[in-house]
DNA sequence: TTGTATGCGTTATCAA
DNA sequence: TTGATAACGCATACAA
């Protein structure tokens, strides 16, 4: 052990914490006095002030934002919840909201359901029990019990990538609706008239837009809906390579594919790649986020879509202005502009 | 609006807790008579005990893990700290941790350093303010700073995939050399030379320990370093997109590419199908991590490496048998084995 | 079996 | 300018 080892088994040991009456004690002051020389409160003479900050300074006193939280009954931090973390989507957006919430001070206590409603009410019992000052999720949405759930806590929330369309709560989504009809619309477009949909479940709200835009394109391009080419549930590239495998076994193969999102879509590229199947001649694919995964395939991805971590950096923005009262208490709903990016799957 | 809808505009409205005392006022008892009820100590007559639960329940009290924290100086939170949220990697880690936390009923609080020291510093001060139990982090290491602090501050934490080689800390890593090692040797063993590595930024462990496994294998093999095949401080597809592209500009072009991660393989198979370049005829690449992303692209990516989830499990399980004394405090060191997965890229 | 009183670390009120 | 005291919500030692 060299002489600049630092030892750091530590655990049970030196656990104890500096308090402020530590500090107030060494700096020979009162314990208020000491709490406001920290806070920058006025009332308190330089000289005293000086001797607080030098004394906390020494006792490496960092306060304790447990007991501020009890105190203020603020605990600056936002509980988000997800489906599922691993999944590049909620990845980004999860990025986002924590760049934004950094802004902010704000802390975020991170929790996945995996899609199960059981899961998600759990989550928000402990985000709630945690005392967060608000809550941003991507509702399971197999009941509206969630944001029931919610809405009765009294502790504001807002409704991530998806929502509910009787339901009168803040959210911030993409326009699936548009997203559906532009991806479906542009495979037309390229030639395609059996184009399937490797859509999400159908409780999810992203994923029912997503299918009207899909129908309401096919319509309007005098084409029907063939219910063999709609393939529900794929949310993980898995999924979507299940999905493409079960597609190409059978005597009804599309000649395009919509995915639920790039992420599925690379499960696609998985299959198209085992069963030799060439993109874009034998298959054309269209994927949703465009995330930078569509751009590694080969040939890159043709995707719809907007930034997941812009949605995540507005939701967060959104809940702090709601919980700063920077902003007027009244439903907002944002609805994100998607844009095709046409790449050489399509 | 239909008589089933719920009104969620809430933030300043409703947002006054039910407290314990409550609950013990509505059942007509004393605070702590409540509370036992509650937490099912002893002392506490049937009767009494269900007129409890049921005010608990009608008044739909949760009880504030902070006042309760307070009291313990035990918040159950875990403070979580890795390098970047939407690196695929990362995620991985984080996922497995937030599994395994939640089985303990702890909660995560999760911040992102983006590799800046600085940001490191600030996310260890907000997880300590935050009173956490214990840290998990993948420190950026540009210096040794933040374990330092982290020693000093008596809270237990762990390093996730990187480590400090003479510092007495915690750790799980991967054995990064031997899968340095071992990823060399195979394409070595397909007839390569030239063979480029996309290394990480040489503070970090991992890279470093990967590099030595490259060395070492190149050297045992008869042959010697060229300087210009080894770039380093890739951590993204965008930083394996740009280092690829250079490489295949210059006059001296590997025929095989050794990466840091399958995140930065992945841009250099966007760089590869840019360029027309074939793999794996013209180029083989082998990632690292063994991540899901290398079976969608074209040809499947060889990768080495364990499991990232894993990992993230492991040091959440360390972490958490050390805090509940079910384990010695004796300095522990993981390093988890790595294997090769052969596919078409190689 | 139940209730009273105290303390966890902070901040705010009010009096000195 | 400073300090004593109460309060946030909960749990517990102790008394009843």
Redesign the pocket.
């Known amino acids: 052990m060299g002489k600049d080892t630092i030892l750091c088994v530590n655990g049970n040991v030196n656990t ?9 004690e060494a700096a ?12 920058d ?9 000086a001797k607080v900050l030098e004394a906390a300074q020494r006792l490496g ?4 934002r ?8 603020k605990t600056k931090t936002l509980g988000v919840i997800v489906g599922d973390i691993a999944n590049p989507y909620f990845s980004m957006l999860v990025r986002g909201v924590e760049q934004t919430v950094r802004e902010f001070d704000y802390s975020v206590i991170l929790q996945g359901t995996d899609e199960d409603d059981r899961r998600e009410k759990e989550a928000i019992e402990v985000a709630l029990a945690e ?1 967060v000052d608000g809550i941003l999720i991507t509702p399971t949405q197999r009941s509206a019990e969630a944001v029931q759930i919610l809405s009765e806590s009294g502790t504001p929330f807002i409704l991530m990538s998806r929502h509910f369309r009787d339901l009168e709560t803040h959210y911030v989504i993409m326009d699936d609706q548009r997203g559906g009809y532009v991806a479906t619309e542009h495979l037309i477009q390229r030639g395609h008239e059996r184009i399937a949909i490797l859509n999400g479940p159908p409780h999810i709200s992203s994923a029912a837009e997503r299918y009207a835009g899909y129908v309401e394109a096919l319509r309007a391009n005098g084409l029907e809906v063939d219910e063999r080419l709609v393939i529900e549930g794929c949310l993980t590239m898995e999924d979507g390579y299940h999905a493409a495998l079960r597609l190409f076994e059978g005597s009804h193969r599309p000649t395009a594919i919509f995915a639920f999102s790039d992420f599925v879509a690379l499960g696609v590229f998985r299959a198209a790649n085992e069963l030799g199947i060439t993109i874009p001649d034998d298959l054309a694919v269209v994927g949703f986020d465009n995330t930078i995964f569509g751009l590694c395939t080969r040939p890159p991805l043709t995707s719809v879509g907007g930034s997941p971590e812009e949605l995540g950096k507005m939701a967060a923005q959104l809940l702090l202005e709601l919980l700063t009262g920077k902003r007027p208490n009244a439903v907002t709903r944002i609805k994100l502009p998607v844009y095709l990016v046409q790449r050489g799957s399509s």
């Open positions: 104890k914490r500096v308090t402020l009456r530590e500090v107030a020979g002051v009162s314990i208020n006095t000491a709490s406001r020389a920290l806070n409160k006025p009332a308190v003479s330089p000289y005293t002030k006193y960092r306060p304790n447990l007991a501020r939280a009890l105190r203020y009954n005392q």
